[in-house]
């Protein structure tokens, strides 16, 4: 826990100018920050506050997860976030263009671990897969996060699996190919990939033969999306990771808005801050 609230004590606070931002699927936007100082220090799971500048309405800003980080060939410098338009904030956002300034603070958050696995299993659910790109990069050896670069050792292979409504929803799943990931895809409707959940997907793909001792899952999404995955994670004794959505005000443990609750060692429960103490938790320890 204190490494955790370290996070929110060194965060940084900064004017970050929109570099470029695009619609990249139905409803989704891409916008580009130079943010050096979260750009250089976010690892894997970890997000940003983002809030309008000049503006009291909408008042409180909103996290977004660190999607990737770029190098202006000398150092790392900008940082993206994908984002889906949810109500009058991010309806707002959209309305920014390049040369335009956001509010930014962090890196928050605790991030994914990184333990030796050879099988790396990725499952996303709606606009969960923002918090996933990083991890995957990392894990093929494809990027370096955190100052100084965390050691993180390679996987043997990185897994994508993503569910959506429909077709029109998946933004960028060409990031993920590139990065090295085998992809595979469910819809509600059937318009690409597997019909049904992204649970059917992974009963359809992975039902059998799946080797719990060499597999570990991290996941992000819909809470119910990722109780179910938690679930069916436990049920054939595969460890996961979960990066909770749950609702943020502050993002620095203030004001306790984003509590959840997490299993203690002794089996009890206590509440625990998703901004301080996650938003990463081991999906055996949260009590859905």
């Given at each position: 826990?204190?490494?955790?609230?370290?996070?929110?004590?060194?965060?940084?606070?900064?004017?970050a100018?929109?570099?470029?931002?695009?619609?990249?699927?139905?409803?989704?936007?891409r916008?580009?920050?130079?943010?050096?100082?979260?750009?250089?220090?976010?690892?894997?799971?970890?997000?940003?506050?983002?809030r309008?500048?000049?503006?009291?309405?909408?008042?409180?800003?909103?996290?977004?997860a660190?999607?990737?980080?770029?190098?202006?060939?000398?150092?790392?410098?900008?940082?993206?976030?994908?984002?889906?338009?949810?109500?009058?904030?991010?309806?707002?956002?959209?309305e920014?263009?390049?040369?335009?300034?956001?509010?930014?603070?962090?890196?928050?958050?605790?991030?994914?671990?990184?333990?030796?696995?050879?099988?790396?299993?990725?499952?996303?659910?709606?606009?969960?897969?923002?918090?996933?790109?990083?991890?995957a990069?990392?894990?093929?050896?494809?990027?370096?996060?955190?100052?100084?670069?965390?050691?993180?050792?390679?996987?043997?292979?990185?897994?994508?699996?993503?569910?959506?409504?429909?077709?029109?929803?998946?933004?960028?799943?060409?990031?993920?190919?590139?990065?090295?990931?085998?992809?595979?895809?469910?819809?509600?409707?059937?318009?690409?990939?597997?019909?049904?959940?992204?649970?059917?997907?992974?009963?359809?793909?992975?039902?059998?033969?799946?080797?719990a001792?060499?597999?570990?899952?991290?996941?992000?999404?819909?809470?119910?999306?990722?109780?179910?995955?938690?679930?069916?994670?436990?049920?054939?004794?595969?460890?996961?990771?979960?990066?909770?959505?749950?609702?943020?005000?502050?993002?620095?443990?203030?004001?306790?808005?984003?509590?959840?609750?997490?299993?203690?060692?002794?089996?009890g429960?206590?509440?625990?801050?998703?901004?301080?103490?996650?938003?990463?938790?081991?999906?055996?320890?949260?009590?859905?």
């Amino acid at each position: 826990m204190a490494a955790a609230v370290c996070h929110a004590d060194q965060a940084t606070v900064l004017r970050a100018r929109v570099v470029s931002h695009d619609e990249v699927a139905s409803g989704t936007w891409r916008i580009r920050l130079d943010c050096p100082a979260i750009a250089a220090r976010a690892i894997p799971g970890q997000f940003a506050m983002l809030r309008l500048a000049g503006r009291s309405d909408p008042l409180l800003a909103r996290p977004f997860a660190v999607y990737d980080v770029f190098s202006d060939g000398i150092e790392p410098r900008y940082a993206d976030f994908v984002y889906t338009v949810h109500g009058k904030f991010t309806q707002a956002v959209t309305e920014t263009r390049p040369g335009d300034e956001l509010l930014a603070w962090g890196p928050l958050g605790n991030g994914f671990e990184p333990p030796a696995t050879e099988h790396l299993l990725l499952v996303a659910g709606g606009i969960g897969q923002t918090a996933l790109l990083a991890l995957a990069r990392e894990r093929l050896g494809m990027a370096s996060y955190g100052a100084p670069g965390r050691d993180a050792p390679r996987a043997g292979r990185v897994t994508f699996c993503w569910g959506a409504r429909t077709a029109a929803s998946f933004a960028c799943t060409d990031d993920f190919r590139r990065a090295g990931c085998d992809v595979h895809l469910a819809t509600l409707d059937g318009s690409a990939g597997t019909r049904g959940t992204v649970v059917d997907l992974l009963e359809a793909r992975f039902a059998t033969g799946i080797d719990a001792a060499a597999t570990r899952i991290a996941c992000c999404g819909p809470e119910p999306m990722m109780e179910a995955v938690a679930g069916w994670a436990s049920a054939r004794r595969v460890p996961c990771e979960v990066s909770l959505e749950t609702p943020m005000a502050c993002g620095v443990g203030i004001c306790f808005t984003c509590v959840a609750r997490i299993r203690d060692e002794d089996g009890g429960w206590d509440y625990r801050r998703t901004c301080v103490e996650g938003p990463v938790f081991d999906a055996a320890r949260v009590v859905w």
